[in-house]
């Protein structure tokens, strides 16, 4: 949690100790739903709703998690989406995210998630990481992720060599 992800970027605990500088009410409900929307379409497939999500220029990297990284919307859905199964389906549980305004208008989010497939009747791999975002609001008014990290904290020890 202390490495930066890239210069310029704040690490999680640098985000976190930022604590104070929330966004106002309004715009951290909205980026709440944000997030559980980005959970909610992701387990249900749907490509075109995930893609509206994200900036034309976001950024998706999932390499800690062995997920890749993909640019602009519709990569990043049809990344985001190639572990889709209906069959064996996945739940992204993110807590509640921790939310600082940038001086620039912008917010960057910290969010914990539990993530977890259904296989032969039992939940299998347990995948804890946590989202390092940065939102964006357009000239409309409409929040969208312009970056999104995903770093890993620890998998279940039965399931540390797969991913789901």
Same mark, same amino acid.
């Given at each position: 949690?202390?490495?930066? +992800?890239?210069?310029? *970027? @704040?690490?999680?605990?640098?985000?976190?100790?930022?604590?104070?500088?929330?966004?106002?009410?309004?715009?951290?409900?909205? +980026?709440?739903?944000?997030?559980?929307?980005?959970?909610?379409?992701?387990?249900?497939?749907?490509?075109?709703?995930?893609?509206?999500?994200?900036?034309?220029?976001?950024?998706?990297?999932?390499?800690?998690?062995? *997920?890749?990284?993909?640019?602009?919307?519709?990569?990043?859905?049809?990344?985001?989406?190639? @572990?889709?199964?209906?069959?064996?389906?996945?739940?992204? $549980?993110? /807590?509640?995210?921790? +939310?600082?305004?940038?001086?620039?208008?912008?917010?960057? /989010?910290?969010?914990?998630?539990?993530?977890?497939? +259904?296989?032969?009747?039992?939940?299998?791999? $347990?995948? *804890?990481? *946590?989202?390092?975002?940065? $939102?964006?609001?357009?000239?409309?008014? @409409?929040?969208?992720?312009?970056?999104?990290?995903?770093?890993?904290?620890?998998?279940?020890?039965? @399931?540390?060599?797969?991913?789901?």
């Amino acid at each position: 949690m202390t490495d930066a +992800l890239a210069p310029g *970027y @704040h690490t999680a605990v640098e985000s976190a100790v930022r604590w104070a500088e929330v966004p106002p009410p309004s715009v951290v409900a909205e +980026l709440q739903n944000l997030v559980q929307a980005y959970a909610l379409l992701t387990d249900e497939g749907r490509e075109a709703e995930l893609a509206a999500l994200f900036w034309p220029d976001a950024v998706w990297d999932g390499q800690e998690l062995r *997920y890749g990284v993909a640019t602009g919307p519709a990569a990043i859905a049809k990344l985001v989406l190639a @572990h889709f199964d209906a069959a064996r389906p996945i739940i992204h $549980m993110p /807590g509640p995210p921790l +939310l600082t305004a940038t001086p620039d208008g912008d917010v960057e /989010g910290i969010c914990w998630c539990l993530a977890t497939r +259904l296989t032969d009747g039992r939940t299998a791999p $347990m995948i *804890y990481f *946590y989202y390092h975002d940065l $939102m964006r609001c357009d000239a409309e008014g @409409h929040w969208r992720f312009a970056r999104r990290f995903l770093r890993l904290r620890f998998r279940d020890a039965d @399931h540390a060599d797969h991913t789901p």
